[in-house]
């Protein structure tokens, strides 16, 4: 069998998409012996997986070192294309690691025919260029998720903002019949335009904005956080839904703050001033001295979690 595990956000998917077009078109291979594994951190390993199985496991990794390392001893055919840095980590402290077959990198040194390099990559490009080599023309959906992904040119009207809001109106899991035929047709195989598509996207971001102004109207209110001046919300996780209030002159922070499932709070921080605050040493500082100690994040995008009273406490409430 060949086995796809891949990250379960859109470069994941898109990555996940790009092995199985090579496999099934490129080598011909009958499409009833490929199968989907999504992943993500704290999923379990799937039992199904044999030791003679061909494994492509793409924009994910399997963490802490010791356990990737165990996996790649168990799966000899293992190839691995990732562009996390915890990866690129991983791979320059394990000499068994560095020989499996793949890419892993965040950038390329040097440009390809059908890359550029010096910039950061996704894993979905990575895909790419590990499947179908550094010439063959790189697909523009693949790119405009690596803009996406890598936050290379991911504002606020961006092309790479809007071609993601009309991934989110499709199904986009390959291993559904559905996501994959629509992975088929983004990849070149059908009938759409791109820019057919990022139209779409510009109707999903104007209705997106009145609904995040309409709820931020009400809901949005300003606190001191860690000493920090702050525009706050009761809201599940995302930045864009504080476009209508947020201001760098007068905010260090956004802050979105939702009750999990799972019976805890889950504090959100974004910042778009990254040289006045680090969101994830933030949390991280905030977070590890709560009572749930957790936390951490990107410079821009970070979350930990807490309990009722350390929230309201935090958010000056
Ligand atoms: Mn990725």
């Known amino acids: 069998m060949y086995r796809i595990l891949y990250h379960t956000d859109s470069d ?9 077009q090579y496999l099934t078109v490129e080598r011909g291979i009958n499409r009833d012996l490929v199968t989907f594994h999504p992943m993500n951190y704290g999923y379990p390993i799937p039992e199904e997986l044999k030791p003679e199985d061909d494994i492509y496991m793409l924009d994910f990794a399997i963490q802490p070192l010791e356990e990737m390392e165990a996996f790649a001893q168990k799966f000899p055919l293992l ?38 390099g010096g910039i950061p990559l996704a894993g979905c490009e990575l895909a790419w260029l590990h499947f179908y ?64 598509l990022i139209d779409k996207g510009c109707l999903i971001a104007d209705y997106l904005d009145r609904a995040h102004a309409g709820k931020a109207k009400v809901a949005a209110f300003e606190c001191t956080f860690a000493e920090l ?3 706050a919300m009761f809201a599940g996780p995302g930045s864009p839904q504080f476009d209508s209030v947020y201001d760098t002159e007068k905010h260090d922070l956004m802050i979105a703050v939702n009750y999990s499932n799972k019976g805890y709070w889950t504090v959100h921080l974004y910042t778009e001033t990254e040289d006045r605050v680090h969101a ?23 979350g930990f979690q807490t309990t009722t009273a350390h929230m309201l406490e935090l958010l000056g409430l």
């Open 12 to 20: 994941g998917y898109a990555a996940a998409a790009v092995a199985f």
């Open 79 to 116: 190839e691995w294309v990732d562009h996390h840095q915890t990866s690129v980590d991983m791979v320059e402290a394990s000499v068994g690691l560095s020989q499996i077959p793949g890419i892993i990198k965040t950038k390329l040194e040097h440009p390809t025919p059908n890359c550029a």
């Open 133 to 196: 080599g550094v010439e063959q023309p790189m697909p523009e959906a693949l790119r405009l998720v690596g803009d996406w992904d890598t936050w290379r040119a991911s504002g606020k009207g961006s092309n790479a903002r809007l071609f993601q809001n009309y991934l989110a109106t499709i199904e986009m899991d390959p291993r559904n019949l559905a996501g994959l035929a629509n992975w088929i047709d983004l990849l070149g195989g059908g009938n759409h335009s791109i820019a057919e």
């Open 229 to 231: 001046r702050a525009i």
């Open 280 to 302: 994830g040493k933030l949390a991280k500082r905030i977070g590890e001295a709560g009572p749930i100690p957790s936390g951490g994040g990107h410079a821009g995008a970070a």
